[in-house]
């Protein structure tokens, strides 16, 4: 029943409370990710807490590659806006041994593991009252984050803001089931 709530109700939120999240919340957080499934109990997860200044200088960083490549379609700016006022930022990498092993079979799994990882990062952040958004936009500046952070070997998967929401928007509309599923079976319960 409660994980129905949070399923149903989980919203990203763009829009952030000027209110400091505990860093024991970060750590329950990124807890949560630790416990999702992955390909070969793998854990292709890595953390990184951003500080303050180092949320901002990426948030620069966001809008500068913004201003230089304006003319390509992107939602950059309006990510590092959110990113700036969101209270925290977690950055999550993956170990980049796939171009040094060649082990190229375990990218895709690695991936959507990382996936049910940023997830459950999300869930958790609706259980503990906060808001977050999943944000893939600061990969347009990925190269510049790893040297900025001195990162070797890691390649940055997602960042997630996080802070006290300030407005809890409408849900963003889903396609239609019969669109999504390719086959047709019974509904009925009793459908041995
Ligand atoms: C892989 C991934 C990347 C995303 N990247 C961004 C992003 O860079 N900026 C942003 O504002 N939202 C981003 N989002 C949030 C989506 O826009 C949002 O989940 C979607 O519109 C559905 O809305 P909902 O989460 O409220 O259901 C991302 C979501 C996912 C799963």
């Given at each position: 029943?409660?994980?129905?709530?949070?399923?149903?109700?989980?919203?990203?939120?763009?829009?952030?409370?000027?209110?400091?999240?505990?860093?024991?919340y970060?750590?329950?957080?990124?807890?949560?990710?630790?416990?999702?499934?992955?390909?070969?109990?793998?854990?292709?997860?890595?953390?990184?807490?951003l500080?303050?200044k180092?949320?901002?200088?990426?948030?620069n960083?966001?809008?500068?590659?913004?201003?230089?490549?304006?003319?390509?379609?992107?939602?950059?700016?309006?990510?590092?806006n959110?990113?700036?006022?969101a209270?925290?930022?977690i950055?999550?990498?993956?170990?980049?041994?796939h171009?040094?092993?060649?082990?190229?079979?375990?990218?895709?799994?690695?991936y959507?593991s990382l996936?049910?990882a940023?997830?459950?990062?999300?869930l958790?952040?609706f259980d503990?009252?906060?808001g977050?958004?999943?944000i893939?936009?600061?990969?347009y500046?990925a190269?510049?984050?790893?040297?900025y952070?001195?990162?070797?070997?890691?390649?940055?998967?997602?960042?997630?803001?996080?802070?006290?929401?300030?407005?809890?928007?409408?849900?963003?509309?889903?396609?239609?089931?019969?669109?999504?599923l390719l086959?047709?079976?019974?509904k009925?319960?009793?459908?041995?």
């Amino acid at each position: 029943m409660e994980l129905d709530k949070a399923i149903s109700n989980r919203k990203t939120i763009r829009k952030f409370k000027n209110q400091n999240v505990p860093n024991e919340y970060l750590y329950e957080i990124i807890q949560s990710a630790m416990l999702a499934p992955s390909a070969k109990n793998r854990q292709p997860w890595r953390f990184y807490i951003l500080d303050d200044k180092q949320k901002e200088d990426i948030t620069n960083m966001m809008y500068q590659w913004g201003e230089e490549y304006k003319d390509i379609h992107t939602s950059i700016k309006g990510s590092a806006n959110q990113m700036k006022t969101a209270n925290k930022a977690i950055m999550v990498f993956t170990p980049n041994y796939h171009s040094k092993n060649k082990k190229i079979h375990y990218k895709k799994p690695d991936y959507l593991s990382l996936g049910a990882a940023i997830e459950h990062m999300n869930l958790k952040c609706f259980d503990l009252g906060l808001g977050c958004t999943w944000i893939c936009d600061t990969l347009y500046v990925a190269d510049e984050i790893n040297e900025y952070l001195k990162l070797d070997d890691l390649e940055q998967v997602s960042t997630l803001i996080i802070g006290y929401p300030e407005e809890i928007p409408g849900r963003r509309e889903r396609f239609p089931m019969d669109k999504l599923l390719l086959n047709n079976i019974p509904k009925d319960k009793n459908n041995q």
